[in-house]
């Protein structure tokens, strides 16, 4: 039974176009080892330095965004559910190479991240350029999509896609693409 589901889940990714994919908790150990092994696979792949780079910064940046997410939910009664729902994958389509990842969401962060992409959806690359600048220009750190997701979006050769799936209680499932 499991060989099965196995190759339900393989031809599922090859159909989609995914190469890489982790799913379950992340820590930051597992995402500097498989950012390493998704710089490599991408470098023996031989693709132009500049994909490789944006490709690693966002993948980096959507983990690391993840990963700290759940790091600040230790109080929520939703912690084990959401540090575990992460997935991220990296695959290529018709629009060229994508990072794709998603995790659990409580429906008030779910608002502000979905308005701060919102917004950027709406600038092309030198206003990205100048909100960047301006960001980090500020002194106070902004937790969470913040100056990261502004720079994903520049890195994206197309806006950032996103979206939500009602899921039990206060929680949404989250997905965010970008496309490089």
Do not use: W
């Not at 979905?114 to 206003?127: C, Q, V």
């Not at 720079?151 to 209680?169: C, F, I, N, W």
Request: aromatic share 8%; proline share 3%; hydrophobic share 35%.
């Amino acid at each position: 039974m499991i060989d099965k589901n196995l190759l339900d889940v393989q031809t599922l990714l090859r159909r989609n176009g995914i190469l890489i994919s982790f799913s379950g908790r992340l820590s930051q150990q597992l995402i500097e080892e498989y950012g390493e092994a998704v710089k490599t696979y991408l470098e023996s792949e031989n693709r132009p330095k500049n994909e490789i780079f944006h490709i690693f910064s966002i993948f980096i940046e959507l983990t690391q965004n993840i990963k700290n997410y759940g790091t600040a939910k230790t109080d929520s009664p939703f912690y084990d559910k959401i540090v575990q729902s992460s997935i991220i994958t990296i695959g290529k389509d018709g629009q060229g190479s994508y990072i794709c990842a998603g995790n659990l969401v409580e429906g008030p962060d779910l608002e502000v991240l979905t308005a701060r992409i919102d917004e950027l959806s709406g600038l092309n690359k030198d206003e990205l350029k100048t909100l960047y600048k301006d960001r980090l220009k500020r002194s106070e750190p902004e937790f969470g999509a913040g100056v990261g997701l502004i720079d994903m979006a520049r890195k994206s050769s197309h806006a950032l896609q996103y979206s939500v799936t009602p899921a039990e209680g206060n929680l949404s499932f989250f997905t965010l693409k970008a496309v490089v």
